[in-house]
């Protein structure tokens, strides 16, 4: 079955520094792969998304992504954070197949200023 | 464009009292329908889905029902509501499949 997993449920960084989250997926075949941040008390936003072709992706808010298949992962990253970052951060992966998607359990980011 | 549209807001509930969450989905049509529950501080969870009008598949055995009525219309509904029924609820809709997902502002619910 299709799994994601976050592996860290909290990050705290420096205004300014750079960021990674980290996500992998389980899946047989070449999946969709989704991130979505979602402010407190707000419905998630999608900030980027990979079906196919250029495995870096770039999204909204100055983020981006790479899907990287040998280590079935699709890491998010942004050069320099800031304080309105501050989120709940959610990997999510779907296939042609399904009728829906399935979403890691989220990472939530800290920005110190 | 699209907009998608929940209400109420926030809603504080009695136990045992029922439940009737409404979401609604505009510029679209045919468009796959979600319920997601989000407990305090924990991920999201699948509650149903719809790829059509009175098509509702469910993830997780529970408390809770959903309807479709309406092609953009996706209710979330329980008789008796449970103290462990609390949580963010979200719908969200996408054109089909796996495609992308487009979420509302959510629903808080308080069970006392």
């Known amino acids: 079955a299709q799994s994601v997993t976050q592996p860290d449920i909290h990050i705290t960084v420096s205004e300014g520094a750079s960021l990674e989250l980290r996500c992998n997926y389980s899946y047989g075949a070449t999946p969709y792969l989704f991130w979505y941040v979602q402010s407190p008390g707000q419905g998630l936003q999608l900030l980027l998304k990979?079906?196919?072709?250029?495995?870096l992706v770039q999204g909204i808010k100055g983020f981006e992504a790479e899907f990287k298949r040998s280590q079935s992962s699709f890491n998010l990253r942004k050069p320099s954070v800031h304080w309105s970052d501050a989120a709940e951060y959610f990997c999510?992966?779907?296939?042609?197949?399904?009728?829906?998607?399935?979403f890691g359990p989220g990472t939530s980011l800290s920005v110190i200023p | 464009s699209q907009t998608i549209h929940q209400w109420p807001a926030t809603l504080v509930q009695p136990v045992g009292s029922p439940l009737s969450l409404e979401c609604t989905v505009e510029?679209?049509?045919?468009?796959?329908l979600y319920w997601y529950r989000q407990a305090a501080g924990r991920g999201l969870q699948l509650l149903f889905y719809s790829v059509g009008i009175g098509q509702i598949s469910s993830e997780v055995p529970q408390n809770l029902s959903a309807s479709r009525p309406q092609d953009r219309q996706f209710i979330l509904s329980s008789k008796k509501l449970l103290l462990s029924d609390s949580g963010f609820y979200l719908c969200?809709?996408?054109?089909?499949?796996?495609?992308?997902?487009?979420f509302g502002p959510g629903t808080r619910l308080l069970v006392l």
């Open positions: 969200a809709w996408s054109t089909g499949g796996s495609e992308t997902q487009y």
């Open positions: 999510a992966v779907g296939a042609s197949w399904l009728d829906k998607v399935i």
């Open positions: 510029g679209t049509s045919n468009p796959n």
């Open positions: 990979y079906f196919s072709g250029d495995t």
